[in-house]
């Protein structure tokens, strides 16, 4: 399901995908729609790596720093201006939230850690 790939991608890919978007808003073929649900996935995955990640590596103001990097990133290739705040009361979002929660909760602790930590060292 497309819906709990983003998380799923970051862990199995790792680092490279986690930074540079597989399917960019906009590539050539996407409709708006499918675009702005790659957002969604993305800023999704970032969220639930703000959630999970404090658990497994402790408190890290620049984990949190570079995730707010990211979610602004991602946002960015929405097709209209969008804010997390207005993004965070969109019904396919939150369905996309609870899918990628539980994508992260199958994922073992060490690819969780590898994640976290490669978020950490992320320079933006």
Do not use: H, W
Request: charged share 20%; proline share 3%; glycine share 4%.
């Amino acid at each position: 399901m497309i819906r709990t790939l983003s998380f799923c991608r970051v862990l199995g890919l790792g680092f490279s995908i986690l930074f540079a978007q597989a399917v960019s808003a906009n590539n050539e073929g996407l409709s708006p729609e499918e675009a702005n649900s790659m957002v969604k996935e993305d800023v999704a995955s970032a969220q639930i790596m703000a959630e999970v990640c404090p658990a497994i590596i402790g408190k890290n103001a620049k984990l949190d720093a570079n995730i707010q990097i990211l979610t602004q990133e991602y946002l960015k290739d929405y097709s209209s201006p969008m804010s997390l705040g207005q993004l965070q009361s969109d019904p396919e979002y939150k369905s996309i939230l609870q899918e990628t929660r539980k994508a992260a909760q199958e994922t073992s602790k060490e690819e969780q850690q590898a994640v976290c930590m490669d978020v950490v060292e992320y320079q933006a």
